[in-house]
């Protein structure tokens, strides 16, 4: 059985490795890993073992192995089957290269069963705005992230949602969008050092 968390990371060096270690024992893990983030289509296994991976999913069958993504508009999406869990990190540039669904189909290459996601807080379609071009670009390959063209805004969540439905995916979307919700941290209102961190662990 997994379990999945969203919570919040400030920013630091020492700060941050602090929070960082006093979340690992809050939550009774022996080991939490977080990744070398770089909008990347990297996706890695890992155990206990090891650190500093460069890649923005991590996958794992190891117990007690928590596995984190930061994030603070972009997408946290954490994936779950019956012996295997998953974190990616996901903004419009992990979108575009389909960070989401190759962790899904390296879950399954490893023999993960039914898979659930789910996405955590990032900006809506509502709000993320991009210019013209880009959104005729992104939303002319992925018409589920198209909203209006008066707004050019990117709907990663929706898009998200239905690449990962169409293999087969149950996704769950908590609906939190961090830049009009003030509990969460955005980069567009300015919280450039902070993030919200998806935890999932067997």
Known sequence: MS?????????????LLHHREKLRVSLSL??????????????????????????????????GVGLAALAA???????????WVGVAHVGRVGFVKGIAQKTVKMMRDLGAGEIKATIGPSICGACYEVSPQMYQEISQNFPAARTSDSRHALDLQRGVTFDLEAMGVVVHNLNVCTLENPHFFSFRRGAEAERQAGLISL
């Open 3 to 15: 379990r999945t968390l969203f919570t919040s990371q400030q920013g630091g060096d020492l700060k």
């Open 73 to 83: 508009d972009c997408m946290p999406i954490t994936f779950s089957a019956a012996q």
């Open 30 to 63: 022996p080991v939490l890993h977080f990744m070398k983030q770089s909008h990347s289509d990297t996706v890695l296994v890992v155990d206990g073992t090891g650190g500093d991976f460069e890649c923005d999913a991590l996958i794992t069958n190891s117990k």
